[in-house]
């Protein structure tokens, strides 16, 4: 180390090579080199929009792909892409960034060619009593909310897709895909809950029951006796259609059969439990549809279950999730989770033999599964 005035220089040459020998590491073996960042600037003139325009930041080694779309009355006139002219473009990637890149976007008045607008897409909301539904032209991927509105003597029952998926929600977050999509508003008769939604019972012998009103019917004479072997005092049903609508005039019955139980089956990953031993006599009628999501981090698996109407239920039930990635026994942790993400443990749970665990819940509320 030498001190000359203001000015420090320490020599570590020899500090480094001691300790590589000390390690018997050669010191041609080792190279460390930090990745570069490279700036990337978007620009696009009147008439149309780049996504991630202005100066973005891209490591050394990366591809960046920009997207390109005309307003209404406007077509792609052409791009240039560091000073090139590529034509009339809606997309384009730097592969391999290795240096500094402009791309400017240049918009001319007159009817789209249908090259040219490809990455814009027509969302068409039918059956919607708003006056802000969200139809419109949107880049794909965009959120997009859509509102059934309200209509008097009727409720909302689910929009249909003309891609066929089910949202079941009258406000609902869309994101918008890379095609025109169509949504129609369904909507049910009051006094006629759940009409829409496809429900039978899946464990009784002989003739099977469909909809509220006989499965109403049925729980207020049926006994033991009524179900397959193995199936104990619980009537099973299933849910399809737009929607998990629970009528009240079924667990009212329910309320007056002590020891037997409903259990009701909503796609693929939960179902619920309502008991007559519960008090249920504040229950009146719930939609209990819910999406799911899974990821996995190696061995560490997460389960999330949303409500699509959270809330109130009026009575206690068991929420009954599959975790087709656990073993029998495995222990399992459940999380509550709030509108901002958070999350508070809730309680401890066990994989039972059908690989599933059990969550009491007095209210929609969203929650996790770790395991």
């Known amino acids: 180390m030498k001190i000359c005035g203001k000015v420090i220089t ?34 696009a003139a009147a008439g149309g929009g780049i996504t991630d325009e202005g100066t973005l930041n891209v490591m050394e080694g990366d591809d960046k792909t920009y997207h390109i779309y005309p307003d209404a009355g406007h077509r792609v006139n ?8 590529i034509g009339a473009v809606t997309e384009y990637t730097f592969h391999d960034v290795k240096r ?10 007159g009817s789209a060619q249908e090259q040219n607008v490809v990455n814009r897409k027509n969302l068409s909301v039918l059956g919607s009593f708003s006056l802000k539904n969200g139809s419109g032209s949107y880049v794909p991927n965009t ?23 089910i949202y079941p929600s009258a406000v609902t977050a869309i994101t918008m895909p890379k095609y025109d999509l169509i949504l129609y508003a369904n909507w049910v008769a009051e006094g006629m809950n759940g009409a829409l939604s496809q429900i039978a019972t899946t464990n009784l012998k002989g003739e099977q ?7 109403t019917e049925k729980l207020a004479t049926f006994t033991a006796k009524d179900l397959q072997n193995g199936s104990g005092n619980t009537m099973n049903m299933s849910i399809g259609g737009f929607n998990c609508y629970v009528d009240a005039a079924a667990i009212a019955v329910l309320n007056a059969r002590p020891g037997m139980a409903l259990n009701i089956s909503y796609g693929t990953d939960a179902s619920f439990t309502f008991y007559g031993d519960m008090d249920n006599s504040l229950f009146l009628g719930t939609e209990l ?13 997460e389960k999330e279950i949303d409500f699509a109407e959270p809330g109130a239920i009026g009575t206690a039930v068991t929420a009954n999730v599959l975790l087709p990635e656990a073993a029998v026994g495995q222990a399992a942790y459940v ?37």
């Open 10 to 43: 320490i020599s570590v040459s020899a500090l480094i090579l001691t300790v590589l020998m000390a390690f018997a590491v050669p010191s041609s073996g080792i190279t460390v080199k930090a990745r570069e960042t490279h700036h990337i600037t978007a620009k």
């Open 78 to 85: 052409y791009v240039t892409v560091d000073g090139q002219n």
């Open 100 to 109: 500094n890149h402009e791309i400017y976007v240049y918009f001319i008045t």
């Open 143 to 165: 959120k997009v909310t859509v509102d059934a509105g309200t209509v008097p003597g009727f409720r909302f029952a689910g929009w249909l897709a003309s891609d066929g998926r």
């Open 209 to 215: 029951a469909y909809g509220w009103a006989a499965i």
């Open 289 to 301: 549809s819910y999406t799911c999501t899974t990821k996995s981090t190696g061995a560490v698996h």
């Open 335 to 371: 999380y509550l989770v709030d509108a901002n993400g958070n999350e508070a443990l809730y309680l401890p749970a066990v994989v039972d033999g059908g690989n599933r665990v059990s969550v009491p819940l007095a209210a929609k509320v969203d929650f996790r599964i770790k395991y």
